[in-house]
């Protein structure tokens, strides 16, 4: 009997294989593997015995039981039989199929590619390492895939994975891919009176196959309905308790000063950003604010901020927010945090710091309630959040395998959960005092997509940055890239552009003696990204509160979209036998969309590299406007631009209504502000939009304190535009003023 569609309470006859100890993979007795309805249109299943400790309980987010029903009903993916399991010695592997011209994404944010057909992954939470990198190794190795075929599945365990896509063919195949002889790269049929076939030689063969392999006694997997690919995206965000929702202000601009800043260096800071006219939100505190750094003692340095009460009361006029960094590495031994953590540690030191073992509430309450005492509660308004370092890797800087904990859970398992148990506590102390955070993270996993906290990370490779934005629309996790300085105002430039379209737009100058105006000849440019990022405000924080409630990514990639790109299977092919191309080496996928996504329903971003003038854009199905002028640039095609340097690269849907704040302002809007409200429409259909409101910093909107407006227009008896806001949900008003709309596209 297969799992029935939603809301039926199933069980599958997929068979679970418990081998004998060291007894290979023919094992014995079957056993069947028993698929229950997690939530609407989510399955789980126990392979094997799971363990306690995975990534989605580390993570602790609550299923949104109500938003899961919403979407359509869809069936359960697999076939009888078509899963397996297997327990070999102390590991379990499971297999699913992949059907042929079936695509595979997500498995964690990739810098270097999008399709993971063909992809041997080892999931470990890591530092990316562009210079020799390890597939699967990175900041968020989420092991959740996402099917072409429409749905979505989850390999819910806190050990390190092994995850083959594709790869392995089996002998027990029904199908196998063609044998060809490859001195002569021709298929001989077996009825040898039959011409030979050309063919080509390949060095990988696909498989028909998905295998994972855990050093575990089991795990749980879970198996998210479509019908659609985004369906399957929005359950699993809906299902780990809904996406993030930010403060309002956290969507507002972020400078980090140099690390030995004092408050004197942060307050000119500020004056020159309002000198240059560039908005601002956010200070971040690089480990100078504190007296002692790597090991961290999470205490003031007096010297630097001879009065954090004053030095915070003064942020908080001025209408700002400190952003704090920390690694979770506890010293000096005369600190005041060390001795309370000593019981807590792990057996090895991180630049000689304690390494909390943080799967203990004890351990995570000591460190929360001294970040509290020490910074929060000196004036909760001003501390918007943190910025926790090094919880990702490189091996040669954390913990060994080898680390003891005192909860007794493995090093491995300390690694894969080290960022989410710190962005939980982080949260839970916010929500407690009823405001809301906007933090960084170096070092997440699945389970994440509640916790407002953006991934960073210190490569600093364009292509590479927008590879991981688009791959973070998978897996319910945020990542932004970041300027941190340019030899060139150019690079300075278009780096920033692509910055303002991601989650958290910021500036790092940790480590540079550069400023945004240190190139006045991009100035203009500098100043006009920050304010359209400032005025798409309304837009993205809308974005966001989809995410919140229907679990939509705010930044969908183009694959989740509409327009899967059909990969050639010639694409597949390695290279033929010569002595200058290996054939070894790992097929390319040729359209691999990697460097443009959507923002939100309506927005195409196609960020442009520093390095080029022109770029060619793949428009999704539909019409399409450009943001700045409200021209028809084109359908169903692939375009050529070649924008100006002060303009970034944006796209908009016919018939979109985008809120917009009319007169972006130099910080973001206090509790008392009703900026007027600018509600733009392109193109040359009837307009609809939403807009979502609620206070922008406390939780009331969990009690209902919020409100949902359809933005709506069409032509009337005169031809002429008319439009109107209508109330779908809630019943606050809204914190605008007057509104305006903008006709962009003319008649
Ligand atoms: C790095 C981090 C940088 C900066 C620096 C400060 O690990 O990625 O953004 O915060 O530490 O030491």
Not at 205 to 234: K, T
Not at 353 to 381: K, N, Q, S, W, Y
Not at 556 to 583: C, E, K, M, Y
Request: with cysteine; hydrophobic share 40%; net charge negative.
């Amino acid at each position: 009997m297969n799992p029935t569609r939603n809301g039926g309470l199933a069980l599958a006859s997929i068979a679970i294989f418990c081998a004998y100890p060291n007894f290979g993979y023919a094992s014995a007795r079957p056993a069947p593997l028993g698929w229950t309805v997690a939530a609407p249109g989510v399955w789980h299943a126990s392979v094997g015995e799971a363990e306690a400790l995975s990534l989605l309980s580390a993570a602790a987010g609550s299923p949104r039981a109500d938003r899961l029903a919403r979407p359509p009903d869809a069936p359960f993916p697999f076939a009888d039989g078509e899963i397996e399991a297997r327990r070999i010695d102390w590991k379990t592997t499971l297999r699913l199929p992949l059907a042929p011209g079936e695509d595979i994404f997500g498995l964690g944010v990739d810098f270097a590619s999008i399709r993971r057909n063909g992809a041997i992954l080892d999931l470990h939470v890591d530092h990316w390492n562009r210079r020799a990198p390890v597939p699967g190794r990175t900041h968020a190795p989420v092991p959740l895939y996402v099917s072409s075929r429409g749905f979505a599945v989850l390999f819910d365990s806190a050990r390190y994975l092994r995850v083959s896509v594709g790869h392995g063919v089996r002998l027990a195949a029904p199908v196998k891919p063609p044998v060809v002889d490859r001195t002569t790269r021709t298929i001989r049929p077996s009825d040898p009176t039959q011409p030979a076939i050309p063919a080509t030689w390949i060095s990988q063969n696909p498989s028909d196959s998905i295998e994972v392999l855990a050093h575990a006694p089991g795990f749980d997997v879970y198996v998210f309905a479509g019908p659609s690919p985004l369906d399957a995206v929005r359950r699993y965000n809906l299902f780990v308790g809904g996406g993030a929702l930010p403060p309002k202000w956290g969507l507002g601009f972020l400078t980090r000063l140099p690390t030995a800043a004092s408050a004197a260096d942060v307050f000119a800071d500020i004056d020159a950003f309002d000198a240059h006219g560039l908005p601002l939100s956010m200070i971040g505190l690089e480990p100078g604010w504190m007296n002692h750094a790597y090991p961290c003692s999470l205490e003031w340095d007096t010297t630097r901020f001879p009065d954090p009460d004053a030095f915070l009361h003064e942020l908080d006029r001025r209408g700002l927010r400190a952003h704090l960094w920390f690694n979770p590495y506890i010293g000096p031994a005369h600190g005041r945090l060390y001795p309370k953590m000593l019981p807590f540690a792990g057996s090895h030191l991180v630049w000689n710091g304690l390494v909390p073992d943080f799967t203990l509430p004890a351990a995570r309450e000591l460190l929360i309630d001294h970040l509290c005492g020490e910074v929060v509660d000196r004036h909760p308004r001003a501390v918007g959040g943190f910025k926790v370092d090094e919880v990702d890797g490189y091996d040669r800087y954390l913990w060994p395998e080898t680390t003891v904990f005192p909860s007794g859970h493995h090093a491995e398992q300390l690694r894969q959960t080290y960022g989410l148990f710190v962005q939980r506590a982080l949260f839970d102390a916010f929500r407690e005092r009823d405001r809301r955070t906007m933090g960084q993270v170096r070092g997440t996993n699945a389970g994440a997509s509640p916790y407002p906290f953006v991934i960073y990370n210190d490569n600093y490779d364009f292509t590479e940055y927008l590879t991981a934005v688009v791959n973070s629309g998978f897996v319910g996790v945020l990542w932004s890239p970041e300027v941190r300085g340019s030899d060139r105002g150019i690079d300075m430039l278009r780096r920033l552009q692509a910055v303002c379209l991601s989650p958290l737009a910021l500036y790092n100058g940790w480590a540079s003696r550069q400023k945004l105006w240190t190139h006045s000849e991009v100035l203009d440019g500098v100043r006009a990204t920050l304010l359209l990022r400032q005025q798409l405000l309304p837009y993205l924080y809308t974005s966001f509160a989809q995410y919140h409630d229907e679990g939509t990514p705010v930044i969908r990639p183009l694959q989740l979209v509409g327009t899967t790109p059909t990969i050639p299977s010639s694409a597949l092919a390695a290279g033929s036998l010569d002595a200058t191309h290996n054939p070894y080496e790992t097929p390319l996928a040729l359209r691999e969309v990697r460097d443009q996504f959507m923002v939100g329903d309506h927005l195409l971003a196609a960020p442009i590299s520093p390095d080029a003038t022109s770029r060619s854009v793949i428009l999704p199905p539909g019409r399409w406007f450009d943001f700045h002028t409200g021209d028809f640039v084109g359908e169903d095609t692939t375009i050529e631009i070649t924008p100006p340097l002060d303009r970034l690269p944006l796209f908009v849907r016919d018939g979109a209504v985008l809120p917009l704040l009319a007169e972006p302002s130099l910080r973001p809007p206090a509790p008392s502000d009703r900026p007027a409200l600018e509600l733009r429409h392109y193109g040359e259909s009837a307009g609809h939009g939403l807009l979502y409101d609620d206070d922008g910093v406390s939780f009331a909107h969990e009690r209902g304190a919020l409100a949902w407006l359809a933005l709506e227009c069409a032509p009337d008896a005169t031809g002429r535009w008319a439009g109107r806001t209508r109330r779908i949900h809630g019943e606050r008003s809204i914190d605008y003023g007057d509104v305006r709309w903008r006709f962009m596209t003319s008649r």
